[in-house]
């Protein structure tokens, strides 16, 4: 059964560090999404990416954030200077035009910043 | 804006019962779906059971059916002969059907232990 994957599964920077965190969406999907999760608490929308733009983004995403679809598979969210705060578990998820909405999450990657 | 509410933050259940987690939401909003995840201590958000709002019919997997009550603005979880790999955190969600590709709003979750 396709899945979403991402790498990598755990990332340690320094504060003040760029970091790109990867993702590869299932391949006939058409709709791709950042969320984040800060340990404890609920899933956050980040961002959401159809037809090679941005569609939607929340209010965290802002200008230390942004999003690229390089090659066709991959699907990349990056922080240019990491804040504490910036730690959380970061879920990449993708939507086709079937399944009737429903959003494939993948494992998620935990992002520590010190 | 839409706002999804688990009033539960905790809830136990003998193995082999039946438990039913709670979730309401606000929307202005006509055609949408709901959904229930599960986040096991793994992390991994797996997909339980979706609804469409333009169905009557309340959907069912296995053991998972939901009690979904449009004009209250209720999706109820309820789970059948629990076992111990439900033991998990579970997020209610809700999204907009719409074409541009839309987001999901979550609960803040219920963490559901399920006992020997």
């Known amino acids: 059964e396709p899945e979403v994957t991402q790498t990598p599964s755990h990332q340690v920077t320094q504060m003040g560090q760029e970091v790109i965190l990867r993702c590869v969406p299932i391949?006939?999907?058409?709709?791709f999404y950042w969320y984040r999760q800060i340990l404890g608490q609920k899933v956050e929308f980040l961002v959401s990416?159809?037809?090679?733009?941005?569609?939607?983004k929340s209010e965290i995403f802002d200008d230390q954030f942004s999003v690229e679809r390089p090659d066709g598979s991959n699907f990349t969210l990056k922080i240019r200077s990491t804040k504490l705060e910036d730690s959380a578990m970061y879920f990449c998820?993708?939507?086709?035009?079937?399944?009737?909405?429903?959003?494939?999450f993948g494992p998620g990657t935990r992002l520590t910043v010190l | 804006a839409q706002t999804v509410t688990q009033s539960q933050p905790e809830m136990s259940v003998q193995e082999a019962e039946t438990v039913t987690l709670s979730c309401t939401y606000d929307t202005s909003e006509s055609n949408y779906y709901l959904f229930w995840y599960k986040q096991p201590p793994s992390r991994q958000m797996i997909l339980v059971i979706r609804?469409?709002?333009?169905?009557?019919q309340n959907a069912t997997e296995n053991r998972f059916s939901v009690n979904f009550q449009k004009a209250a603005k209720s999706f109820s979880l309820k789970i059948s002969d629990s076992q111990l790999g439900d033991t998990a955190m579970y997020f209610c969600?809700?999204?907009?059907?719409?074409?541009?590709?839309?987001?999901?709003?979550f609960g803040e979750g219920t963490q559901l232990t399920v006992n020997p």
């Open positions: 998820a993708s939507r086709g035009l079937a399944g009737g909405g429903t959003q494939y």
């Open positions: 969600a809700f999204m907009k059907r719409e074409t541009s590709g839309s987001r999901l709003t």
């Open positions: 391949s006939n999907h058409l709709y």
């Open positions: 990416f159809y037809n090679n733009e941005i569609s939607e």
């Open positions: 609804q469409e709002a333009y169905k009557q």
